[in-house]
T-cell receptor
Framework: SQQGEEDPQALSIQEGENATMNCSYK?????LQWYRQNSGRGLVHLILIRSNEREKHSGRLRVTLDTSKKSSSLLITASRAADTASYFCATPTGANSKLTFGKGITLSVRP | SAVISQKPSRDICQRGTSLTIQCQVDSQVTMMFWYRQQPGQSLTLIAT?????????ESGFVIDKFPISRPNLTFSTLTVSNMSPEDSSIYLC???????????FGDGTRLSIL
């Protein structure tokens, strides 16, 4: 079963608007990671937030983590057409920290 | 962060044949993994590539179908054997220093089987 579940599944916004994506997970975690995948390409690591962190920033990205609710959010501010991609949350499990991915969110940013 | 080179980037193969995908990391890493991403789907872990020993496979994946090698800390291969159209997917390699370190991915191999 999926460890991470994102919502919404698809999001379409206008350039300049903010995009908020949510992820829920089921078991306790050491960290949660967000990735971006442009069409047909590999995954790009965006942010890793540790279980003892509540918020983290990287440029136009802001990630929050609420371990009591087992949820995380990714906020992209002032979106650009180049932000159009699929976004995945993933959590490591097991001794080897293998990642379990959510189903992903398809973000479309209209110019 | 580690840079991961994966090749080939894409291939079209005949059913019944096998293809080996290579993954090279530019630095020594603790963990290497192979994932499959079927069309329109999320990523599913195939196996953890263990250096110098047999890979650890996830449920639903077997060594005869997906043999994996990892001869050293920077290189791994995945072979997709006796391919069928159902094996048409993107195959991705990732690497991590382990612990609370992120995984970094190659660009993937887009495989189509006719």
């Amino acid at each position: 079963s999926q460890q991470g579940e994102e919502d919404p599944q698809a999001l379409s916004i206008q350039e300049g608007e903010n995009a908020t994506m949510n992820c829920s997970y089921k078991t306790s975690i050491n960290n949660l990671q967000w990735y971006r995948q442009n069409s047909g390409r590999g995954l790009v690591h965006l942010i890793l937030i540790r279980s003892n962190e509540r918020e983290k920033h990287s440029g136009r990205l802001r990630v929050t983590l609420d371990t009591s609710k087992k949820s995380s959010s990714l906020l992209i501010t002032a979106s650009r057409a180049a932000d159009t991609a699929s976004y995945f949350c993933a959590t490591p499990t097991g001794a080897n920290s293998k990642l379990t991915f959510g189903k992903g969110i398809t973000l479309s940013v209209r110019p | 962060s580690a840079v991961i080179s994966q090749k080939p980037s894409r291939d079209i193969c005949q059913r019944g044949t096998s293809l080996t995908i290579q993954c090279q990391v530019d630095s020594q890493v603790t963990m290497m993994f192979w994932y499959r991403q079927q069309p329109g789907q999320s990523l599913t872990l195939i196996a953890t590539a263990n250096q110098g020993s047999e890979a650890t496979y996830e449920s639903g994946f077997v060594i005869d179908k997906f043999p994996i090698s990892r001869p050293n800390l920077t290189f791994s291969t995945l072979t997709v054997s006796n391919m069928s159209p159902e094996d048409s997917s993107i195959y991705l390699c990732s690497a991590s220093a382990g612990g609370n370190q992120p995984q970094h991915f190659g660009d993937g191999t887009r495989l189509s089987i006719l």
